[in-house]
């Protein structure tokens, strides 16, 4: 990481935060898992959800895993754009209703 | 349909399949360990046939569609088809075998010349024959249009690639207007009864992705394929199966032009699923090139790495078979990321 904050190769490396809190990384984890399951929402639609507040939170590692995700789950690229455009509308929203 | 050039009318370099197989073992697939090490790891090397059931022939690498991640190479300017004498022993090796299954590939099977002879004799031995067809070649030229009813009096089960249910990701992937004619060939086949509900008669779609991503989950796919053909199109099948794509031939070509090759062989290695050794295709099935030598499966015979046992189908030695280990090299990736793959789907 000599010249970027981000490195792709990062990603990988996620599970890293358990390093120095194990039993809180571990139900970081237990809970992720827990909430992408399949359940009144269906894999893909939370992997859409994902995308949206992906772009909104602009966390570059979870635009690319979950436009990974997306796209194995074979959304195509008009509707993530449509997701991403979802997220946008929410965070502009957010910054507007300040104004009032 | 326009179609393209093979990798071999191009002179292209990955024509050799030495180079192939040096690539996917060279610092260009980035940190990938030997996949023979990840079988030894659950000590399940040397990987060995538990059954043999299914003989896979390739009649041919000749093909209507030059499509875009075929792992074949298959094309228009293919020229290479099996003979008749080769057929024959394949039709023997069926019988001294005890196979269960006939399955034909190619390239396009159909085009073969002996195509419809090679099927009857199959059928005589009342085993099940799979053809996988493109879809395309049955309305691809009126001598085909007959292939519906063939089948059907045959009893063949059919099993065919549609990238996807719409027209845009189906053509990027196999060529301009295959979607068209794959959705005109799909209503022929349920004409004569293929893929209805109280009908003998199977067929089946093969899903791969358009991209290089793993496949999502096949029975999510599977249902949203019957609605959306059921919704647009009132085509009906059977089963989806979800395979993954191989870095062999034009998909490694794909994967290198992109610069995702490294990335594609660390998803693959990412997705290492131990759950799907067991029932990997090589385990119980042989494959049959069209100059009649055998491989583990059609993968191993595209990058030309032949079993490790009596080779050639006139020798064909089913003790040999049942006692070879199964080669492996660093493509077998393919076949065990995620729920596994093979040319009957998903595996777990």
Redesign the interface.
Known sequence: MKDNYYDPKGL?NFSKIKDFQEPLGSKFFEYYNAVFKEGGL???EKCLIALAVSYATQCPYRIDAYT?NC????T?KTQMMEAVHVGAAINSGATLVHSV | MKASKSLKYQGHKLNSTEYQIEILNSEAVGNVPLFQDKLAQQQMFPLTASKLDTLQVNVGYMCNQTCQHCHVDAGPDRKEIMTKPTMKYCLDALKHGNFDTLDLTGGAPEMHPDFKWFVEEANKQNIKTIVRSNLTILVANKKYHDLPDFFKQNNVEITSSLPFYTKSRTDAQRGQGVFQSSIKALKMLNEVGYGLEKSDLKLNLVYNPTDSFLSGDQLTLQNQYKKKLKEDFDIHFNELFTITNMPINRFLDYLQKSDNLEDYMSRLLDAYNPNAVPNLMCKNTVSVSWDGFLYDCDFNQMLDIKVNAYNHIKNFNIKSLLNRSIQVNQHCFGCTAGAGSSCGGALS
């Open positions: 990988k269906t894999k893909r990974v796209l194995e789950n074979s195509d």
